[in-house]
């Protein structure tokens, strides 16, 4: 029984309080575990493993390959959780940054999101998601145009396809979706996860229960690490660098990272829309680190069920890459690619959806500091940043419009096989990527350093040795990226530099509008 003579007990402070308000703190730990799965499953993963076997030479070193994709990935996960902790803003990676660092250091990053990282992986899976819907309807293709190419600069084309429309429609929905509010966003992203999630576990399940092929299994399982490159480290053919060497290899297992990294990308979205994540400090790291295992151990699976059903050489030239609709063949014959088709265009529309959600809080995190428009810092009637959505919207559909050729690659009819600008632009950016990952990562040790005395709800697993296996493996591969593949990773550090002077600009503009304002 209660002492009457005593004050009554105050009512301990809900979870949020001290935290953003704008927002509508919506997405529960179910949730944002969703918005980190279905950020991450996308295409990738049914289609890299092709050209990852082809690299390393073999079934075991495709399998360490994904495997080392999956340890750096979750190291990072892990080490995120702590400055999700610390500061469950929105804006998420692109805040960790600006504190850790400076504003400059902060801006890189989101100007590059914008511009490429963001956008570019929207047009892309909106892409893919019309690629595979042009399995079961043939007049969507990228080939069946619209508005036939038109040069506008030597290697560059603008077109209109029946495939560029699709994805251009899909960005539009999904855009128009999110604007509606943080509730019809995570339905969606809810119900297109837990299906694509349930896809793949069913391809992994049939793989290894009903496909299971003695002859396959037993050449690749009974034969691990016997090389057998079919693609040099750098270029085709079995001349110069390949993984039969112990260099080779362990270039080649770098060189992979870019397909099996790209694929396992896009986890750290669940950071840009910290503010409207309920009890942040407890839920964002539990996201980060049961939406990455989940991830990752389906990602593994998968590939050992292609190994199950298939020969190693069928996986290193499955056509078009794709492994998984090669595997789904085998089990199902007549079927197998409707039915991976099918399965693809839910895994992309939910990726779609979960990047789109997320990627407009990082601008207008920026939007808020003056260092981006300032309409898209702002939030509309369902409590979203409305402009952001729209601005975000319109850039990656524009980036699905022009085409690139490299002046030599012709297909069977003998046209021109063009390419797609934003599939160039992130592999540029990918290790510009990587190297953002590395700085934030930093950016934890900076901050135990600079505020020790900070409350940190959560401490990150394994400090220091899991973040610094992070960084130093991470750095690994971005080292020999910029040494082997210089044509698409210098250019991508050049795309980040662009931005000193936009930066600088955008703070004189601010200045401007200040003083005009007045006291």
């Not at 128009?176 to 509730?183: D, M, S, V």
């Not at 496909?211 to 090389?227: I, V």
């Not at 057998?228 to 110069?240: E, F, H, M, Q, Y």
């Not at 632009?425 to 040790?445: H, N």
């Amino acid at each position: 029984m209660a002492d009457a003579s005593l004050p009554p007990e105050k009512p301990a402070p809900p979870p949020d309080a001290g935290l953003d308000t704008e927002f509508k703190r919506g997405l529960g730990l179910f949730d944002a575990t969703m918005v980190v799965v279905g950020s991450m499953i996308g295409s990738g993963v049914f289609i890299v493993s092709a050209e990852m076997a082809q690299r390393v030479g073999s079934p075991g070193w495709l399998l360490v390959a994904w495997l080392l994709t999956g340890v750096l990935t979750v190291a990072a996960a892990l080490s995120y959780g702590e400055l999700a902790a610390l500061m469950p803003r929105a804006g998420g990676q692109y805040v960790y940054l600006r504190e850790a660092f400076s504003p400059l250091c902060g801006f890189l990053y989101g100007w590059t999101l914008f511009l490429v990282i963001q956008t570019g992986t929207i047009a892309a899976v909106g892409v893919a998601f019309a690629k595979f819907a042009g399995v079961l309807w043939p007049a969507v293709g990228e080939n069946v145009y619209l508005l036939s190419p038109r040069q506008i600069a030597p290697g560059y084309f603008l077109s209109l396809s029946t495939a560029q429309l699709v994805g251009v429609l899909l960005i539009a929905l999904l855009t128009a979706t999110n604007l509606l509010g943080i509730e019809y966003g995570k339905w969606v992203q809810n119900l297109f996860t837990v299906t694509k999630t349930g896809a793949l576990l069913a391809l992994i399940a049939v793989g290894l229960f009903v496909g299971w092929n003695a002859t396959a299994a037993g050449g690749n399982f009974g034969d691990l690490w016997t090389p057998r490159p079919t693609k040099g480290v750098v270029g085709d053919g079995l001349a110069g660098l390949t993984a039969a060497t112990a260099f080779g290899l362990f270039v080649a297992l770098c060189v992979t990272q870019t397909g099996s990294l790209f694929s396992s990308d896009a986890w750290n979205n669940i950071t840009f829309t910290a503010g409207e994540v309920r009890n942040p400090r407890r839920n964002l790291p539990l996201a980060l680190g049961l939406g990455t295992g989940l991830v990752i151990g389906l990602y593994l699976l998968a590939n050992v069920a292609y190994l199950a059903v298939l020969p190693f050489p069928e996986i290193q030239n499955a056509p078009a890459g794709r492994v998984g609709t090669a595997t789904l063949e085998r089990i199902f014959p007549n079927v197998g690619a409707s039915l991976m088709a099918a399965a693809i265009m839910v895994s992309t529309f939910g990726c779609a959806n979960g990047l789109i959600l997320a990627g407009a809080r990082a601008s207008y995190a920026m939007a808020r500091d003056g260092l981006f428009f300032r309409k898209v810092g702002e939030l509309n009637r369902a409590k979203v940043p409305g402009w952001g959505l729209v601005l975000q919207g319109v850039w990656a559909a524009l980036l699905v419009l022009p085409r690139t050729w490299d002046g030599v690659t012709y297909d069977a009819s003998g046209a021109a096989r063009l390419g797609n600008l934003y599939g160039d632009l992130l592999d540029y950016v990918i290790s510009a990527a990587l190297l953002f990952y590395i700085l934030t990562i930093i950016g934890l040790f900076r901050l135990r350093f600079t505020r020790p005395n900070t409350e940190r709800p959560y401490r990150a697993f394994g400090y220091p040795l899991v973040p610094a296996l992070y960084v130093v493996g991470a750095a690994v591969l971005v080292a020999v990226l910029f040494v082997y593949r210089p044509m698409t990773t210098w250019p991508g550090l050049g795309i980040v530099l662009l931005g000193v002077p936009i930066y600088f600009l955008w703070r004189w503009v601010r200045r401007g509008d200040s003083r005009a304002a007045g006291p």
